[in-house]
């Protein structure tokens, strides 16, 4: 798979260096985390260490049966979680077709297609078309789009459901840590309404968390 249709660089050694990163690395099968290095070498957008550690404890923890990721790229993600989760069936979704057939092959060769429901489409005209109720959400796509899917993704959780978006921290946009460049004004405010949002919302328990780039981790009350 060699076109990409949107902003990508190589992820491999975290988008952000938090001070716990060398801590936290994902106990995943050898064969995912060949999957892993190839993608990196081909800087697909594959989540670092730290976030891949602690999105498989998570689901160790609460061993969901229905997950839905909205942003497929090659599988590495959903294939991570489903091997944590036995019992699990997911729905992904992606934009990018190359993605997406890459992806298929993926969960192809890792036994796992049985277990996925693969869509290829916008996210938000996705998720508007899904039936009943997901206990564990992951969301890494546009960014921009976060605070616009919010309300449908609130819908879409179960009581006690996890929702977990990626990115919200940006570099260290949102702590100040870093300057938002001007070109990227327009995303940091987006991202900013989100967390906004998830942390002053009376359904939902949220936590930011400082892990990769970012995570805001919210349940629903």
Not at 34 to 46: N, Q, V
Not at 122 to 130: P, R, S, V, Y
Request: charged share 25%.
């Amino acid at each position: 798979m060699d076109e990409f249709d949107y902003a990508h660089f190589d992820t491999s050694s975290g988008e952000r260096h938090s001070a716990t990163a060398k801590f936290n690395l994902p106990r995943i099968s050898d064969g995912l985390q060949r999957l892993r290095r190839s993608a990196f070498e081909r800087s697909i957008p594959t989540a670092d260490d730290e976030t891949l550690n602690f999105l498989t404890m998570q689901l160790r923890a609460v061993q969901p049966k229905r997950i839905l990721e909205l942003g497929t790229a090659t599988g590495i993600s959903a294939i991570a979680m489903l091997e944590v989760c036995p019992a699990a069936h997911l729905t992904t979704v992606e934009r990018n077709e190359n993605f997406y057939k890459e992806a298929n092959e993926n969960f192809k060769c890792f036994g796992v297609d049985m277990r996925v429901r693969s869509i290829l489409g916008d996210a938000g005209e996705a998720i508007n078309m899904l039936d009943g109720t997901y206990d564990f959400i992951f969301m890494d796509c546009a960014k921009v789009q976060y605070i616009k899917y919010l309300p449908r993704l609130k819908n879409l959780l179960e009581r006690g459901g996890l929702l977990i978006a990626d990115d919200v921290l940006l570099f260290g946009w949102l702590t100040g840590q870093t300057q938002v460049p001007t070109k990227r004004q327009m995303l940091f405010k987006h991202i900013s309404e989100y967390v906004e949002a998830v942390i002053n919302d009376g359904q939902l328990s949220t936590s930011i968390l400082n892990v990769g780039d970012g995570l805001a981790v919210s349940v629903k009350l």
